[in-house]
């Protein structure tokens, strides 16, 4: 077959094309020498897992068995958390990490053990034949960076991703077994099947059309945590608490508070054993230590534990730490993706402002701890199958630190704290946690310069969000819970993009009470994961088949489709089968969650979950909304749309059966599966383009979205009102309505690969639009505030959250100048109603040229959805896409 | 013995890691050096039998295996 490349720049520009040398970010800085070694170490180390862990849960688990399920689980995430190996590493100032690797975690057959699996196994097979792994098989991992990607000498690959000891394997194979049926994947399943019209729900896992379950794949996570009562009492002070509880509750109706009681006191004593273990641990190394300053840090490091073992913080350093004790003590009771420590500057600050005011604590000491932190968050990994770590995640964790927005009486928030943040996010720019500035219209102009000189330095936080119209949706999404308009001042992004519930929190310090911002709600984003809606849009077209697999997803749905009201009715149909089937199985899979693995460190953190003695999953927390249904590929959907009515049934350039056909044949080009390119760009031809060329090139000029095109907006419009509306429709395991949530993260790199040609001129396996307001690479061609009018086309505050990542040119915003006249575009986009925009400031030609020569580029970032990661780690399908994306050589 | 074996490494990952006294980068699997000090693990430990599969029994009841680390394991004793 004779093939041709597609005549097209590899590049697509907004503004002059960039000339000469390719160039770099403006602003480099750069961190202690302390934390730049971390670094380093850090970029030496590969992703390992580990089986301690899972190997003491389930040894203790099975031990307890008749015990009552949430103290038999507090008491095997106790076994877990207190053998343990302890490990602490030069230069350290923060410690305790998930497991004794440096980027360690470890799997959870106690969620899903299938996965774990051989391939040969029939357990696997039985996974694979569910449609479980559909995800797995059409997803690229990031093939440098810390990944194990494959086997080597006594090492084995895990998902293309985590190293494992092959002396552990037989262990760790052994373990899962044990929870073959009694895990929440294989007893949810059991019970989903109850579910009429189970069976389409599995066909639309098979087809991709929805990339993963919720129940045990990331059952925790897309939240915001709350670190009071550790701050405020400290561990023996909370178990002290718990004592009182249950001596209240022992005998009296509603029992299952004492089981609870319990449970948070075993699970603190596990926390106890594992801090102690530290201490030890340190006081090991100081022992063998020669210098005496290294000496000195470890015993102070021993001194610290064995002090919060117990203890409430004495200072910031204290509380620093006792933060990310929790934070990872939260992270290693379930797999989570999207923990956040959101507005942390302002939970921290009263601990700062004293030791600030005492002259015990210096900036640039703060700064150096902040680096620290940063670090330690960055080491992070998130252990779960290939689907869900690199086509929904790309190797993140997303844990998102806010900035900025308003105190409980409605005034600016934001601090010095905040200042250092962001100060250290550019001195030791690593992917986590990443930013979000709360941009609210009260902000001190120096607070949000800061945040610009940040952006700028091309990392891709801080994104900008829009702190009115996030108050705006949630209270309206948690009236009926009784939020306040004060209360919602103090709400966070939990993950990536998340909208979540917070409280204030009245911490006393000293006789003040310092009221601290933390979340009130479990986990966001749990619900429908992700729903192709371009591949929604190929069933209607295809009476019900997945093209790919010519398997029928759903049943004929009986139209002509002879007109486009027709098209829009069809797909409206079979998107409410897919909404209604996917949250009739998911609630089953929660609430086997609840049963199996309840929620019990995250649960004592959430208010009110210790005052009333509930877990989260028994509707513990103060507000409980927070099921959702997401979406991808809207943009693709939209411009289809628009395609289909102009093309098809307006100007009847061509019939639906030829669209069809070209679809089908995918425009004359060769699949992007075949030719390992997933953009539009650098497509190749077959023979028979010339064949499609005329279609193709008309789907191509339908109106595209992202140019305030009236034609095209409107149907964005028309969707996005219907979808936000239908979600009320759908209720959750919490009995309350669904809610919208568009966010992309990296699943429209996979679910295009699935996905045929669409009618807006996308070809086949390539990557959908990105976010939910982002234009589809290359085709926003009227600058910055056409797209901005596109994306405001509607009320933004009807859905959780709307993404818009845009890509610029270092040059154009260089400068003081160049900084002020980025902050007014960011400013007329979220004043427009724009909920959320975030940057790339690169120049493309890099990014092609890290592609090519990863080597070259170990510490390059990239904002790829609510998120950034290291160019080397992410999957090609999402590296093309970046570099196809608009860049802006002009705002 | 190799480096993964000894009291004194500390892995980084699954593959190296750091030598607590001399503070030395070294792979888990080269030999380790005269100073040698066997970590504490499953299989240096008296309550620890050997069975198949690199899988062996711990206090005669529950699956273990040899390479795991014992150094938080209170029933743990020397053989």
Same mark, same amino acid.
């Given at each position: 077959?004779?093939?041709?490349?597609?005549?097209? +720049?590899?590049?697509?520009?907004?503004?002059?094309?960039?000339?000469?040398?390719i160039?770099t970010?403006?602003?480099?800085?750069?961190?202690?020498?302390?934390?730049?070694?971390?670094?380093?170490?850090?970029?030496?180390?590969?992703?390992?897992?580990s089986?301690?862990?899972?190997?003491?849960?389930?040894?203790?688990?099975?031990?307890?068995?008749?015990e009552?399920?949430?103290?038999?689980?507090?008491?095997?995430?106790?076994?877990g958390?207190?053998?343990?190996?302890?490990?602490?590493?030069?230069?350290?100032l923060?410690?305790?990490?998930?497991?004794?690797?440096?980027?360690?975690?470890?799997?959870?057959?106690?969620?899903?053990?299938?996965f774990?699996?051989?391939?040969e196994?029939?357990?696997?097979?039985?996974?694979?034949?569910?449609?479980?792994?559909?995800a797995?098989?059409v997803?690229?991992?990031?093939?440098?960076?810390?990944?194990?990607?494959?086997?080597?000498?006594?090492?084995?690959?895990?998902?293309?991703?985590?190293g494992?000891?092959?002396?552990?394997?037989?262990?760790?194979?052994?373990?899962?077994?044990?929870?073959?049926?009694?895990?929440?994947?294989?007893?949810?399943?059991?019970?989903?099947?109850?579910v009429?019209g189970?069976h389409?729900?599995?066909?639309?896992?098979?087809?991709?059309i929805?990339?993963?379950?919720?129940?045990?794949?990331?059952?925790?996570?897309?939240?915001?945590?709350?670190y009071?009562?550790?701050?405020?009492y400290?561990?023996?002070?909370?178990?002290?608490?718990?004592?009182?509880?249950?001596?209240?509750?022992?005998?009296?109706?509603?029992?299952?508070?004492?089981?609870?009681?319990k449970?948070?006191?075993?699970?603190?004593?596990?926390?106890?054993?594992?801090?102690?273990?530290?201490?030890?641990?340190?006081?090991?190394?100081?022992?063998?230590?020669?210098?005496?300053? +290294?000496?000195?840090?470890?015993?102070?490091?021993?001194?610290?534990?064995?002090?919060?073992?117990?203890n409430?913080?004495?200072?910031?350093?204290?509380?620093?730490?006792?933060?990310?004790?929790?934070?990872?003590?939260?992270?290693n009771?379930?797999?989570?993706?999207?923990?956040?420590?959101?507005?942390?500057?302002?939970?921290?600050?009263?601990?700062?402002?004293?030791?600030?005011?005492?002259?015990?604590?210096?900036?640039?000491?703060?700064?150096?701890?902040?680096?620290?932190?940063?670090?330690?968050?960055?080491?992070?990994?998130c252990?779960?199958?290939?689907g869900?770590?690199?086509?929904?995640?790309?190797?993140?964790?997303?844990?998102?630190?806010?900035?900025?927005?308003?105190?409980?009486?409605?005034e600016?928030?934001a601090?010095?704290?905040?200042?250092?943040?962001?100060?250290? =996010?550019?001195?030791?720019?690593?992917p986590?946690?990443?930013?979000?500035?709360?941009?609210?219209?009260?902000?001190?102009?120096?607070?949000?310069?800061?945040?610009?000189?940040?952006?700028?330095?091309?990392?891709?936080?801080?994104?900008?969000?829009?702190?009115?119209? =996030?108050?705006?949706?949630?209270?309206?999404?948690?009236?009926?819970?009784?939020?306040?308009?004060?209360?919602?001042r103090?709400?966070?992004?939990?993950?990536?993009?998340?909208?979540? =519930?917070?409280?204030?929190?009245?911490?006393?310090?000293?006789?003040?009470?310092?009221?601290?911002?933390?979340g009130?709600?479990?986990?966001?984003?749990?619900?429908?994961?992700?729903?192709s809606?371009?591949?929604?849009?190929?069933?209607?077209?295809?009476?019900?088949?997945?093209?790919r697999?010519?398997?029928?997803?759903y049943?004929?749905?009986?139209?002509?489709?002879?007109?486009y009201?027709?098209?829009?009715k069809?797909?409206?149909?079979?998107?409410?089968?897919?909404?209604?089937?996917?949250?009739?199985?998911?609630?089953?899979q929660?609430?086997?969650?609840?049963?199996?693995?309840?929620?019990i460190?995250?649960?004592?953190?959430?208010?009110?979950?210790?005052?009333?003695?509930?877990?989260?999953?028994?509707?513990?927390?103060?507000?409980n909304?927070?099921?959702?249904?997401?979406?991808?590929?809207?943009?693709?959907?939209?411009?289809?749309?628009?395609?289909l009515?102009?093309?098809?049934?307006e100007?009847?350039?061509?019939?639906?059966?030829?669209l069809?056909?070209?679809?089908?044949?995918?425009f004359?080009?060769?699949?992007?599966?075949e030719?390992?390119?997933?953009?539009?760009?650098?497509?190749?031809?077959?023979?028979?383009?010339?064949?499609?060329l005329?279609?193709?090139?008309?789907c191509?000029?339908?109106?595209?979205f992202?140019?305030?095109?009236?034609?095209?907006d409107n149907?964005?419009?028309?969707?996005?009102?219907?979808?936000?509306?239908?979600?009320?429709?759908y209720?959750?395991?919490?009995?309350?309505?669904?809610?919208?949530?568009?966010?992309?993260?990296s699943?429209?790199?996979?679910?295009? =690969?699935?996905?045929?040609?669409?009618?807006?001129?996308r070809?086949?396996?390539?990557?959908?639009?990105?976010?939910?307001?982002?234009?589809?690479?290359g085709?926003?061609?009227?600058?910055?505030?056409?797209?901005?009018?596109?994306?405001?086309?509607?009320?933004?505050a @009807? @859905?959780?959250?709307?993404?818009?990542?845009?890509?610029?040119?270092?040059?154009?915003?260089?400068?003081?100048?160049?900084?002020?006249?980025?902050?007014?575009?960011?400013?007329?986009?979220?004043?427009?109603?724009?909920?959320?925009?975030?940057?790339?400031?690169?120049?493309s030609?890099?990014?092609?040229?890290?592609?090519?020569?990863?080597?070259?580029?170990?510490?390059?970032?990239?904002?790829?959805?609510?998120?950034?990661?290291?160019w080397?780690?992410?999957?090609?399908?999402?590296?093309?896409?970046?570099?196809?994306?608009?860049?802006?050589?002009?705002? | 013995?190799?480096?993964?074996?000894?009291?004194?490494?500390?892995?980084?990952?699954?593959?190296?890691?750091?030598?607590?006294?001399?503070?030395?980068?070294?792979?888990?699997?080269?030999?380790?050096?005269?100073?040698?000090?066997?970590?504490p693990?499953?299989?240096?430990?008296?309550?620890?039998?050997m069975?198949?599969?690199?899988?062996?029994?711990?206090?005669?009841?529950a699956?273990?295996?040899?390479?795991?680390?014992?150094?938080?394991c209170?029933?743990?004793?020397?053989?």
């Open positions: 077959m004779e093939s041709k490349k597609i005549e097209c +720049d590899t590049y697509n520009y907004y503004g002059s094309k960039p000339e000469g040398e160039q970010r403006e602003i480099h800085k750069s961190p202690s020498a302390r934390v730049e070694k971390s670094r380093q170490l850090y970029f030496e180390t590969k992703s390992s897992a089986v301690e862990f899972p190997y003491w849960y389930t040894r203790k688990w099975e031990e307890l068995e008749g009552i399920p949430i103290v038999r689980r507090a008491e095997a995430l106790k076994a958390f207190e053998h343990l190996t302890p490990a602490i590493f030069p230069g350290e923060l410690v305790l990490g998930k497991s004794h690797y440096l980027r360690g975690s470890y799997p959870m057959p106690w969620l899903s053990e299938a774990f699996m051989a391939h196994d029939r357990l696997y097979k039985d996974a694979l034949e569910a449609g479980k792994v559909s797995d098989e997803t690229t991992m990031g093939q440098g960076g810390g990944n194990v990607t494959k086997s080597i000498g006594n090492v084995l690959s895990i998902a293309g991703k985590f494992l000891r092959k002396e552990e394997m037989p262990i760790l194979l052994d373990v899962a077994k044990k929870w073959h049926n009694k895990s929440v994947d294989d007893v949810g399943h059991k019970y989903e099947q109850l009429p189970y389409e729900k599995e066909e639309i896992m098979r087809a991709v929805c990339m993963f379950d919720s129940g045990y794949t990331l059952p925790q996570g897309r939240e915001v945590m709350n009071y009562y550790p701050l405020q400290g561990i023996e002070g909370i178990k002290n608490i718990c004592d009182e509880k249950l001596k209240q509750a022992a005998g009296y109706p509603g029992m299952d508070r004492i089981y609870f009681y449970s948070v006191y075993t699970m603190l004593e596990g926390l106890q054993s594992w801090i102690k273990n530290h201490a030890e641990e340190a006081k090991l190394m100081a022992s063998l230590e020669e210098d005496e300053n +290294d000496k000195s840090e470890y015993l102070e490091i021993a001194e610290r534990l064995e002090w919060l073992a117990i409430p913080p004495r200072t910031f350093h204290d509380a620093l730490q006792l933060v990310w004790i929790f934070h990872v003590a939260v992270l009771e379930d797999a989570i993706s999207g923990l956040s420590p959101g507005r942390l500057g302002q939970v921290l600050y009263p601990f700062w402002k004293r030791d600030m005011d005492k002259g015990i604590l210096s900036r640039e000491r703060s700064l150096e701890l902040l680096e620290c932190m940063r670090m330690k968050f960055t080491e992070l990994d252990f779960a199958s290939m869900v770590v690199g086509g929904v995640l790309s190797g993140n964790t997303f844990n998102n630190l806010c900035l900025g927005g308003l105190t409980k009486d409605g600016s928030a601090n010095e704290l905040e200042m250092l943040i962001l100060e250290s =996010a550019m001195t030791c720019d690593t986590q946690p990443t930013l979000s500035l709360l941009y609210d219209e009260k902000l001190p102009e120096e607070f949000l310069l800061k945040g610009i000189e940040c952006t700028k330095i091309g990392t891709g936080y801080p994104a900008w969000i829009n702190n009115r119209v =996030a108050m705006e949706f949630l209270l309206n999404n948690f009236k009926n819970e009784g939020m306040t308009l004060e209360e919602v103090a709400w966070s992004i939990g993950g990536c993009l998340e909208t979540s =519930a917070g409280s204030w929190m009245p911490l006393d310090l000293d006789g003040v009470t310092h009221y601290i911002p933390g009130s709600a479990p986990a966001t984003s749990v619900g429908v994961h992700f729903i809606l371009p591949k929604v849009l190929e069933a209607v077209l295809f009476d019900g088949l997945d093209k697999t010519g398997r029928r997803v049943p004929a749905h009986g139209y002509n489709l002879e007109s009201e027709e098209v829009w069809a797909f409206q149909e079979y998107f409410s089968l897919t909404v209604e089937v996917l949250t009739l199985t998911n609630n089953i929660h609430d086997v969650w609840g049963k199996i693995s309840p929620s460190i995250n649960s004592m953190l959430k208010p009110d979950c210790l005052e009333t003695g509930k877990d989260i999953s028994n509707k513990g927390s103060r507000y909304r927070t099921f959702n249904v997401e979406i991808c590929g809207g943009v693709n959907l939209v411009n289809s749309l628009a395609s009515k102009k093309n098809v049934f100007e009847k350039n061509f019939s639906l059966a030829t069809k056909q070209a679809l089908e044949e995918n004359g080009y060769i699949s992007a599966l030719t390992g390119s997933y953009s539009l760009t650098e497509q190749k031809q077959t023979q028979n383009f010339q064949t499609w005329k279609t193709h090139k008309q191509l000029d339908a109106p595209k992202g140019n305030d095109n009236k034609y095209v149907i964005f419009k028309e969707w996005q009102e219907w979808f936000s509306g239908m979600c009320e429709n209720r959750s395991l919490y009995d309350e309505p669904l809610y919208s949530c568009q966010i992309s993260v699943t429209h790199g996979p679910m295009g =690969a699935v996905t045929l040609a669409t009618p807006d001129g070809l086949g396996g390539t990557t959908f639009a990105d976010g939910s307001v982002s234009a589809y690479p085709t926003d061609q009227n600058g910055p505030y056409a797209l901005f009018s596109s994306a405001t086309c509607y009320n933004h @009807s @859905s959780q959250n709307s993404q818009l990542n845009m890509k610029i040119h270092p040059s154009v915003i260089k400068g003081r100048e160049g900084a002020r006249k980025f902050l007014e575009m960011i400013r007329a986009y979220l004043r427009k109603g724009g909920f959320h925009v975030q940057f790339n400031i690169v120049d030609r890099m990014l092609k040229d890290a592609q090519q020569n990863p080597d070259k580029y170990r510490g390059l970032m990239v904002r790829v959805a609510g998120f950034t990661q290291y080397v780690e992410l999957g090609k399908q999402i590296q093309d896409e970046v570099i196809a994306r608009t860049e802006y050589a002009e705002i | 013995m190799n480096h993964i074996d000894c009291k004194y490494y500390l892995a980084t990952d699954v593959f190296k890691g750091i030598c607590k006294r001399t503070k030395a980068k070294i792979k888990a699997d080269e030999p380790a050096c005269s100073d040698f000090e066997k970590a693990k499953c299989k240096h430990c008296l309550h620890f039998s069975k198949e599969n690199n899988l062996g029994l711990c206090l005669e009841k699956t273990a295996y040899p390479d795991m680390q014992a150094v938080t209170n029933d743990f004793a020397w053989k």
